[in-house]
């Protein structure tokens, strides 16, 4: 499906670099959108632009996610800001979970926040993730919980937000959602892939009535060490280029 909006290229106005990441973020609110995962206009992925001036790229407000290309994404600064007046409005309220991320973890270069409904299900239920797959065991050697305090509007729930995430890379939202983070936009999607696929497996489990089949704590305490050593991080770095590919088949106006 081609873009239905005409927004002026914005290949030749900005480094190399921050091309890449353009098209690189478009292709993740595109993946998105590919398997189910949107909200309507809500929700977001942000990604730090490497560089001096702490910006980031974010969506434009009222933009669906299978619309979003490189060009259509909006640089704004840690306040939420815009930095090209003429771009496309934002959703402020939308950033102040991510901005609250990205000014205390550097490692996270791309935070990605999502209201899936597996997701919320997981978040509703009093024991979190559970480890009944090979999947949720990713996500439990780096999982952490956040309390729901409302719409994330409050400047004074960021540092409680910090805090309960720590240096992890998995986060259940209660009664929200769920939220990943990554060096990489391909690490943070992989994550969130892995994540949403967990919630997945344990709600159809929940779901059949049955006596279920734990994962030993044991192995649960020493995944994370197994985890480095098969994928050497999550190897999303290995998986993205396919991923790029399987979106280039279907459409490729997210580069644009």
Not at 46 to 70: C, K, Q, V
Not at 90 to 105: D, E, M, Q
Not at 128 to 149: K, R, T
Not at 180 to 201: K, V, W
């Amino acid at each position: 499906m081609a873009n239905l909006l005409s927004i002026p290229s914005k290949k030749g106005e900005v480094s190399e670099q921050e091309w890449q990441l353009r098209v690189d973020l478009a292709a993740a609110y595109r993946l998105v959108a590919l398997y189910g995962w949107d909200d309507l206009v809500f929700t977001h992925i942000s990604a730090r632009i490497p560089g001096d001036e702490h910006h980031f790229l974010i969506n434009p407000y009222g933009m669906m996610f299978e619309e979003i290309t490189a060009s259509s994404l909006v640089r704004i600064d840690q306040e939420g800001n815009k930095i090209n007046p003429d771009d496309f409005d934002i959703n402020p309220a939308g950033f102040t979970i991510h901005s609250a991320i990205h000014a205390v973890r550097d490692d996270a270069a791309c935070v990605m926040h999502l209201h899936t409904t597996d997701g919320i299900a997981v978040s509703a239920q009093q024991e979190g993730l559970l480890p009944l797959s090979q999947q949720s065991l990713f996500a439990l050697s780096s999982m952490a919980y956040h309390d729901y305090e409302g719409v994330a509007l409050r400047e004074d729930e960021k540092a409680r937000l910090q805090k309960d995430l720590g240096h992890a890379n998995f986060m259940i939202l209660r009664n929200h959602g769920l939220l990943t983070t990554g060096a990489s936009i391909a690490d943070a999607f992989l994550s969130m892939f892995i994540l949403q696929r967990s919630c997945e497996i344990q709600v159809r489990a929940l779901a059949g009535n049955r006596p279920l089949t734990t994962v030993p704590q044991g192995i649960v305490d020493t995944m994370k060490q197994q985890a480095e050593q098969v994928t050497k991080g999550l190897g999303g770095h290995l998986a993205w280029p396919g991923l790029l590919r399987k979106l280039d088949r279907l459409d490729n106006s997210f580069r644009d």
